[in-house]
């Protein structure tokens, strides 16, 4: 089973995945992809942390993602993957920002490769982020391009997508 869940900022996506973790009934292992890169982050990063049970386990791995998920899956385990969008900020631009187009499309393969293979449950949560206005700069109209085009190549391999907003889920797909 795979799930893609889908919202904007503060839509209530993550709490909706860290719900249907629990309701899986299956140990959980929780892949967080962030990096604190400043205070902010910091405080977003520690909300995430205390609201999720204590007997979860944490993987944090902001690029190699698919290798975290090989590691881990299987019938025994619910990975929950929180998230998604920063994932691709991490693989597709260096820390300096610059474009890192062969190691996003390596990752990003690898991602949906392994997804692919099933026999496990899996629950991504990302940012839909391409709701609104043509960005400004080539950057971020890049990222939304690339957020874009990953969600659909991940809903096609999906079992469930679901559109979180006001905390409300819409299930898009459901097979």
């Known amino acids: 089973m795979i799930e893609l869940v889908l919202g ?17 009934g299956l ?15 910091h405080s977003r990063i520690q909300h995430h942390q205390q609201r999720r049970p204590q007997h979860w386990i944490t993987v944090e791995e902001p690029i190699a993602l698919a290798d975290v998920i090989s590691k881990y899956a299987g019938k025994q385990h619910c990975l929950l993957v929180d998230c998604l969008t920063l994932w691709l900020c991490n693989v597709l631009f260096d820390k300096q920002g610059n474009l890192q187009e062969q190691r996003y499309r390596q990752q990003a393969d690898a991602l949906c490769a392994v997804l692919a293979t099933g026999g496990q449950h899996v629950i991504m949560v990302s940012n839909e982020v391409g ?13 939304v ?3 874009g085009f990953l969600h659909q190549r991940l809903a096609q391999i999906s079992d469930k997508v679901v559109l979180v907003s006001a905390g409300l889920p819409q299930i898009l797909k459901n097979v």
Do not use: N, W
């Open 8 to 24: 904007g900022a503060r839509s209530g996506k993550s709490r909706y995945a860290e719900q249907q973790a629990l309701a899986s």
């Open 27 to 41: 140990p959980v292992v929780y892949i967080a992809t962030a990096e604190a890169g400043d205070d902010e982050m």
């Open 145 to 147: 391009d690339e957020a």
């Open 131 to 143: 709701l609104g206005v043509v960005a400004a700069d080539a950057m971020t109209r890049r990222f």
